[in-house]
């Protein structure tokens, strides 16, 4: 499987997912800077966390603008895997490739701790590799993760099964609406979600639970 | 010619840090606040349109970049 990572300005998770995708499998990603306007030919587009432009504006606004962003928008046209993390899930939203937006945690705090995910929906290639409502573990670190959207969108992406991952066992961090963490678009290729899966793929890490994810994009496991 | 944008939450969207900032009010001793919404406002020095494109332009600059119309209204000032 052939991925690129974009970073951009103030990306610092780029790395972590460069690695973690070279362990799950076994070929290491392209890097891509953000100034460039078109992508190579891959089957997975990576925006990594961190804060792109110091989060000025708001989380990922600036970020969603950028010249290359045109290129992923297309790539995700065409039926190209893209994913967000963190950041990566804001500029997503504001680039309007994801329904709903990311605000400031409802505890108005920085979070930066472990916490559990549900996996609510298996259909995607991101998800498929996880067993229905398989409950893991899996870091966040930030500051504006409360998800939100309105009621009707709430209702569309609910309805059909855009819902990817939700906070589990109370460990909601930032207020989600739906204790949502990890969303779809309506085709299912495109994934935007604010915990960090490529911070626990080795043991030395702590766990391996994010690997499954990555597993699943890689195609090397179907769950029963 | 300069602008003033402002650009609000919307109805029904939470605002954890003007409901912080209401706490802070009440703490002072500020006696008969009610709710409190944080924004944000920008000054645009603009040159070379007219007052009407300007204000298209600024609309403009509101769809695409300067709110996000999820959760945000704008309103477009020229001062």
Not at chain 1, 131 to 143: E, I, K, N, Y
Not at chain 2, 37 to 58: H, M, P, T, W, Y
Not at chain 2, 61 to 67: D, Q, V
Request: charged share 20%; glycine share 12%; with cysteine.
């Amino acid at each position: 499987m052939k991925s690129a990572v974009i970073t951009f300005p103030g990306s610092n998770r780029e790395r972590d997912m460069m690695k973690a995708l070279e362990l799950v499998t076994g070929k290491a990603p392209l890097s891509v800077w953000h100034t460039e306007t078109s992508l190579p030919d891959v089957d997975l587009v990576v925006l990594p966390g961190g804060f792109s432009y110091g989060d000025y504006l708001r989380a990922g606004a600036i970020a969603a603008r950028s010249p290359v962003m045109d290129a992923v928008r297309d790539a995700a046209s065409r039926g190209v895997l893209v994913l967000g993390v963190c950041n990566g899930f804001q500029m997503l939203t504001e680039a309007g490739l994801l329904p709903g937006a990311l605000m400031r945690n409802a505890g108005l705090t920085f979070v930066c701790r472990e916490v559990k995910l549900q996996t609510v929906n298996r259909t995607s290639a991101f998800t498929r590799a996880f067993t229905q409502g398989q409950v893991w573990r899996c870091p966040v670190a930030h500051h504006d993760g409360n998800y939100f959207a309105d009621a009707e969108t709430l209702a569309r992406i609910e309805g059909e099964g855009q819902v990817a991952f939700r906070y589990a066992d109370g460990t909601n961090p930032n207020g989600s609406v739906n204790h949502i963490a990890g969303v779809l678009n309506a085709r299912g290729n495109v994934l935007g979600m604010m915990p960090h899966p490529e911070n626990l793929v080795e043991p030395l890490q702590g766990g391996i639970d994010g690997r499954t994810l990555f597993e699943g994009v890689a195609g090397l496991t179907e769950a029963a | 010619m300069k602008a003033r944008v402002t650009v609000t939450l919307k109805n029904g969207v939470l605002d954890p840090q003007g409901k912080a900032i209401e706490g802070g009010l009440a703490a002072l001793g500020f006696a008969g606040v009610g709710h409190v919404r944080q924004g944000k406002v920008f000054d645009i020095e603009l040159s070379g349109r007219s007052a009407e494109q300007a204000r298209a332009d600024l609309a403009e600059m509101c769809e695409k970049l300067l709110a996000n119309t999820v959760i945000e209204n704008y309103a477009i000032e020229i001062v």
